[in-house]
Nanobody, 120 residues
Framework: VQLQASGGGLAQPGGSLRLSCAAS????????MGWYRQAAGKQRELVAI???????NYAASVKGRFTISRDNAKNTVYLQMNSLKPEDTAVYYC???????????????WGQGTLVTVSS
């Protein structure tokens, strides 16, 4: 299973970016899909997560500004980031839990990370 993230880049404070992450490979079921971020010198932290039923949860620091969504038909998760702040600058990683066969185990997979820089 591979996760391919895209959409990072440079944005001005107050601006917007949209991240995408597509899962491919041997996929029987996908469960939670989420976005994490890691700023320089800091630990990786949860940004937002969405269940396969569509329930969402957000870090307090992004609630009301970021929106996570998913397209189950495309095995893709999105993160719409609005009202960006310099403190949102980080490498953003997507994560998902996948079962590759009916009776097989579930594994956690990570994307390669995409850099988001918020600066004027």
């Amino acid at each position: 299973v591979q996760l391919q993230a895209s959409g990072g880049g440079l944005a001005q404070p107050g601006g917007s970016l949209r991240l995408s992450c597509a899962a491919s490979g041997s996929i029987f079921s996908i469960y939670d899909m989420g976005w994490y971020r890691q700023a320089a010198g800091k630990q990786r932290e949860l940004v937002a997560i969405i269940t396969n039923g569509g329930s969402t949860n957000y870090a307090a620091s992004v609630k009301g500004r970021f929106t996570i969504s998913r397209d189950n038909a495309k095995n893709t998760v999105y993160l719409q980031m609005n009202s960006l702040k310099p403190e949102d600058t980080a490498v953003y990683y997507c994560n998902t839990n996948v079962r590759s066969s009916y009776s097989g185990p579930t594994f956690s997979y990570w994307g390669q990370g995409t850099l988001v820089t918020v600066s004027s």
